[in-house]
T-cell receptor, first 109, second 115 residues
């Protein structure tokens, strides 16, 4: 079973920030938090990952709470092309990713 | 394009036939993974290689499934005596052995339809 819990769906207005939450209350000290997204009929696309500190790259920001029991993926200016299923995964050493059902984000014009 | 590639992208076969899929990982990546994804579900882990060694197999990988990575570069996934329940997207991913987090990079997948 997936070690994470995500809302099944979310809507976001185009141009606004999309904030996708993920709960991982049983995360252990050496487990990373990874975010992927999957656009229909394509392979999952890596977005970002982190261990303890907040992370930012050209695609998104990852905010991890101090107790590491939850995190938020932020897409700062959502576009229609960001419509996808977003997966939050926790794992150590990347040997066996367990994907849950993810969050279906719909960016609305 | 230096990403993960998979071939073929689509395969239609009749029940009982054997099929083989190929995955070419990112060239400097030691680790290679196979996943299966059915409609509406997230990908499910099947197996994992580090170089040519198959280190982990899911219980989903029945005796009809076999994966190889003979020279530690490309990998093949074979399904023997296909069944309609094998219809799915088969995804390959690769990751570096060293690094900050072992993030996996996925290919476009092979969509299998068993008639």
């Amino acid at each position: 079973d997936a070690k994470t819990t995500q809302p099944p769906s979310m809507d976001c207005a185009e141009g606004r920030a999309a904030n996708l939450p993920c709960n991982h209350s049983t995360i252990s000290g050496n487990e990373y938090v990874y975010w992927y997204r999957q656009i229909h009929s394509q392979g999952p696309q890596y977005i970002i990952h982190g261990l303890k500190n907040n992370e930012t790259n050209e695609m998104a920001s990852l905010i991890i709470t101090e107790d590491r029991k939850s995190s938020t993926l932020i897409l700062p200016h959502a576009t229609l092309r960001d419509t996808a299923v977003y997966y939050c995964i926790v794992d150590n050493y990347g040997q066996n990713f367990v994907f849950g059902p993810g969050t279906r984000l719909s960016v609305l014009p | 394009d230096t990403g993960v590639s998979q071939d073929p992208r689509h395969k239609i076969t009749k029940r009982g036939q054997n099929v083989t899929f190929r995955c070419d990982p990112i060239s400097e990546h030691n680790r290679l993974y196979w996943y299966r994804q059915t409609l509406g579900q997230g990908p499910e882990f099947l197996t994992y290689f580090q170089n040519e060694a198959q280190l982990e197999k899911s219980r989903l990988l029945s005796d009809r499934f076999s994966a190889e990575r003979p020279k530690g570069s490309f990998s093949t996934l074979e399904i023997q005596r296909t069944e309609q329940g094998d219809s799915a997207m088969y995804l390959c991913a690769s990751s570096p052995e060293q690094g900050s987090g072992f993030e996996q990079f996925f290919g476009p997948g092979t969509r299998l339809t068993v008639l």
